[in-house]
């Protein structure tokens, strides 16, 4: 069974900073991308950034400039470096990865989740 587990949200002022942390674990073959992505009271979830495999990064273009994605593959874990927070930043994170992982005897690949974590910046 795999599991992705943030952590690394709280409550901070804005102009500070916060680093979130994802790690997959369980019958994993392969990880390609990875990911976050947020979502607002009322809003859907969307795109916050995203890492490939090879380190190749994309951005939402509201946190470019602020935000860093990056992975360290042998510790199966995605980061997100938030600094200049802004009110508006203000959501629940949620970690995704594109994955193989064993079913039984066959493996196979899909997208996982995290369970979320609240990020609260404050004016």
């Known amino acids: 069974q795999v599991q992705l587990v943030e952590s690394g949200g709280g409550l901070v002022q804005a102009g500070g900073s916060l680093r979130l942390s994802c790690v997959a674990s369980?019958?994993?073959?392969?990880?390609?991308?990875m990911g976050w992505y947020c979502q607002a009271p009322g809003k859907q979830r969307e795109l916050v950034a995203a890492?490939?495999?090879?380190?190749?990064?994309n951005y939402a273009d509201s946190v470019k400039g602020r935000f860093t994605i990056s992975r360290d593959n042998a510790k199966k874990t995605v980061y997100l470096q938030m600094n200049s927070l802004k009110p508006e930043d203000t959501a629940v994170y949620y970690c995704?990865?594109?994955?193989?992982?064993?079913?039984?005897?066959?493996?196979?690949?899909?997208?996982?989740w995290g369970q979320g974590t609240q990020v609260t910046v404050s004016s």
């Open positions: 369980g019958s994993i073959v392969s990880i390609n991308d």
């Open positions: 890492i490939t495999s090879g380190g190749s990064t």
């Open positions: 995704n990865a594109h994955l193989s992982a064993y079913a039984g005897s066959d493996v196979r690949w899909r997208d996982y």
